[in-house]
């Protein structure tokens, strides 16, 4: 929810093949495209779960095969997205049901590319920081200006809103909390303990010190998980951060581990990395972390999704269980049995991947194909009191106010006054006694988001430590908004507010908790006995939304490599003459040849334009064709 713009918070707080193939006929060749009012009898790969792992996975299975392998999306809501869900009202606001923002990420920039909706993304302001509130008072939290490579990072340590000035001038830390951290940070602290595994609050409150825990990292562990950094595991829910303390430990002469120099160690690979990999030139320029959206909210993506994919997605679609059929002579390994608007309906695949959350898999969806992952999925874990994975409440609410209705006051740092809303939002520590884990100053991050004279504001409240939110009605929630926002942003005499939309989610973000590792690793291991079958969902692979379209893309090769190795074995057991036969039999010529050569281009090295690619391409086929051709006659002689 709100992840990517709490993610910001920690890293500003912390910061002190393929070759040329010849054409894959039988793939181009294995299906038929789905008319609107079908139910599928077999499909090459089930995606089960719409959310933004689900969907984009689908489309970068359906995408990087150029639609050569036939993919079925299913949803047991009535739309895909999962948790985003954006609107616009007639009076002109646009809110958002879960999350507002992502961090950006190549993966969001070659989606959006792929379907044509780069032109739509929209970009938050780089100078722009996170506050906290402390003390009845804003506190800017270290930013950069926007500045690119070693620029950027001298902005950060030394700009107007650097670290050196947050260290020096700021008062969000006192004296003694400024000092414990620059020793964690630039001289060392106390080994990890070992065979421990640390809490998120043991973790930051060993290596930066106490202070910096509650006044920084407290809240922001709110935004991000909604969470209780008591349980959360550091190494399970904050594992790239983390990893930060063995690169420090890593250099040889940082012998107490300060964690600055590991931070620096990091960034200096990351720029390498990306580097090595730079991104595409047809994209759109970005900014890596950058918080993004669209110009009508996040929803933009799982629609174009939908609108692509066309009848491969099915919503109202509840899975109730997977089989394993017996060997089924054309690789359909398994069963999915959905109950639908159109009564049960029975799917045959050869791979299935699942990104439906934990809490959806506690019953007898994998009974029988997996049935020790039921007892993962409930697990009790009895030091912090949990059954399987925890999924607290978390409501999201959008309100707005006058802009006139806001403390008319000066912000630090030369960045205005706050009635322009001039930062991301503003972060919570639990110390200050509002029930709102943070605002997202929505009107602020991009444009278009409501009228000129009003401010717009998402707010989130609820999660593992405030889950009886749950059991407020509407008004009493709002009530509670509205008063932290009284108490942090607005005048005395500020209107009630304009209530723009807002959604509880009972099961809202998976928490990582202590024991989590532990819970993937048998899930793994159950996995292993079963191929073409995959359990996933961003209580494994991140929560964040560039975690989810990341695993989207990176999952999709996966499943494409197990498809393309799963035809070419089952090809290699059958006799030369009937490998022959069955390609001729099967060649269609209304698929189009574009397709299959585009799949191929984008599998090579892209050494040659794609039209040259193309040409060699198709006079390879044709010389496939006439050494095939050539053999059927030496065979008949």
């Known amino acids: 929810m709100y992840t990517d713009f709490a993610l910001s918070v920690l890293f500003t707080s912390i910061s002190l093949s393929t070759a040329f193939t010849l054409p894959q006929q039988n793939y181009a060749r294995s299906w038929k495209p789905l008319q609107a009012s079908d139910s599928p009898s077999n499909v090459d790969c089930i995606v089960v779960g719409g959310g933004i792992s689900g969907c984009t996975l689908a489309h970068n299975i359906d995408y990087q095969s150029s639609g050569g392998i036939s993919v079925l999306l299913t949803e047991a809501r009535d739309y895909i997205g999962g948790n985003v869900k954006s609107h616009r009202t007639q009076e002109g606001f646009l809110w958002e049901e879960g999350p507002n923002s992502f961090a950006t990420q190549p993966s969001i920039i070659r989606i959006s590319h792929e379907l044509d909706i780069a032109d739509q993304l929209v970009f938050a302001n780089e100078k ?57 940070a630039l001289l060392g602290h106390l080994p990890p303990p070992e065979g421990k595994e640390e809490t998120i609050r043991e973790w930051i409150s060993r290596i930066l010190g106490e202070e910096v825990f509650l006044r920084c990292i407290d809240p922001f562990v709110s935004g991000v998980y909604a969470g209780n950094p008591e349980t959360l595991s550091m190494s399970a829910a904050l594992s790239k951060i983390n990893r930060i303390e063995d690169y420090a430990y890593n250099i040889d002469w940082n012998k107490f581990g300060a964690i600055f120099y590991g931070g620096l160690a990091r960034q200096v690979e990351l720029t390498k990395e990306r580097k090595a990999d730079p991104p595409n030139p047809e994209w759109i320029e970005f900014e890596y972390g950058n918080p993004g959206s669209y110009r009508e909210g996040l929803s933009t993506l799982p629609k174009a999704i ?91 609410v959008t309100v707005a106010y006058p802009k006139s209705s806001f403390k008319d006051i000066e912000l630090p740092n030369g960045f205005g006054n706050l009635q322009n809303l001039p930062g991301f939002g503003s972060l919570n520590p639990r110390t200050e006694g509002v029930r709102t884990l943070g605002t997202l100053w929505s009107s602020s991050l991009f444009p278009g988001r409501c009228p000129d004279d009003y401010n717009l ?23 509670e908004v509205d008063k932290g926002c009284r108490k942090v942003l607005l005048k005395d005499d500020a209107p009630a507010p304009k209530v723009v939309g807002m959604k509880v989610w009972p099961t809202a973000i998976p928490q ?126």
């Open 457 to 479: 504001l998402l707010n989130y409240i609820g999660g593992s430590r405030d889950p009886s939110i749950a059991d407020l009605t509407e008004e009493e929630i709002i009530g």
């Open 306 to 396: 939908e609108k692509r994919l066309g009848d491969k997605v099915k919503t109202e679609w509840k899975l109730i269980t997977i089989e394993e059929t017996v060997n089924d002579p054309d690789g359909f390994k398994y069963v999915a049995t959905y109950d639908t608007p159109e009564g049960i309906q029975k799917v045959q695949a050869k791979c299935i991947v699942s990104t439906i959350p934990a809490h959806a898999l506690q019953g007898s969806v994998l009974e029988n194909i997996m049935p020790g992952a039921k007892d993962v999925f409930n697990t009790i874990r009895s030091n912090i009191q949990r059954k399987g994975i925890y999924y607290p409440p978390v409501a999201a």
């Open 512 to 637: 990582y908790e202590l024991g989590h590792a532990d819970l993937m690793k048998k899930l793994e291991s159950l996995e292993k006995d079963k191929n073409g079958l995959w359990i996933c969902g961003n209580y494994r692979t991140g929560v964040a939304f560039p975690d989810c379209v990341t695993f989207g893309y990176e999952h999709a090769k996966v499943v494409v490599d197990y498809l393309n190795g799963s035809k070419k074995n089952a090809t290699s057991q059958i006799p030369l003459q009937e490998v022959i036969k069955k390609e001729e039999d099967s060649f269609d010529v209304s698929i189009p040849y574009d397709a299959a050569s585009r799949n191929a281009y984008e599998n090579s090295d892209k050494s040659m334009t794609y039209s040259n690619f193309k040409a060699k391409y198709e006079a390879d086929a044709i010389e496939l064709v006439k050494s095939k051709n050539a053999l059927k006659q030496s065979t008949k002689v």
């Open 128 to 184: 722009l920081p996170p506050w906290v509130n402390h003390n009845g008072k804003l506190h800017p939290l270290p930013k950069g200006q926007g500045g690119k490579g070693p620029k950027g990072q001298l902005e950060l340590v030394f700009g107007p809103n650097g670290v050196l000035k947050f260290a020096l001038v700021g008062d969000l830390l006192s004296w003694p909390g400024k000092i414990r951290a620059g020793i964690g």
